[in-house]
């Protein structure tokens, strides 16, 4: 440094994640896995059998896809003509994940996309997912993103929610318009 101050050769750079870390490591090893995978099924089965097969994930991706995406869009329209919010849950998403999945050509996400459209696995997968996020927002940092979701439950020192409902007092009468905004 030019400021003279002696540094510590000590120093302690933060810590990456481990999600950080290892990431890319899980992403080549699982792409070396699906191209072992494809020249093993090609050299037993033959060329045009893997591509049939690849082609066939697709298709099959595609159309999982496409279901999942209406079957939510038809359950959003529903909920907003009852003047609702749409179901929570449903399995749309781990349906749309297992389509892409399927999409993805090589034979290891092909399984794990078959896997993730068996409803017992979807219910077995939101339930870790969701117990994880709530963990993860429980021990959420002050000024995070996790804490701002814990700042909007208002809650009483002793626990219980306060329940509540905002009046606006200043609402013109039918008939009546706003005042402009510009004067």
Do not use: H
């Amino acid at each position: 440094m030019t400021t003279g101050a002696p540094t510590s050769p000590y120093t302690t750079q933060p810590r990456r994640p481990r999600l950080r870390r290892y990431l890319p490591l899980g992403v080549a090893a699982w792409l070396v896995l699906e191209i072992w995978l494809l020249a093993l099924v090609a050299g037993a089965a033959g060329g045009l059998t893997v591509f049939l097969l690849l082609v066939a994930g697709f298709a099959a991706g595609s159309v999982v896809i496409k279901r999942a995406g209406r079957r939510a869009f038809q359950s959003l329209n529903e909920a907003l003509q009852q003047g609702g919010s749409p179901a929570r849950g449903g399995g749309n998403g781990l349906m749309m994940l297992g389509g892409l999945l399927l999409m993805i050509p090589g034979l290891v996400s092909d399984a794990a996309g078959l896997l993730l459209l068996l409803p017992p696995v979807q219910k077995a997968v939101s339930r870790f997912a969701e117990n994880a996020l709530d963990k993860r927002l429980r021990t959420a940092a002050p000024g995070s993103l996790g804490d701002a979701f814990q700042q909007v439950r208002i809650r009483r020192p002793d626990g219980k929610v306060v329940q509540g409902e905002v009046i606006r007092e200043d609402r013109p009468e039918p008939g009546e318009q706003y005042p402009p905004l510009t004067r």
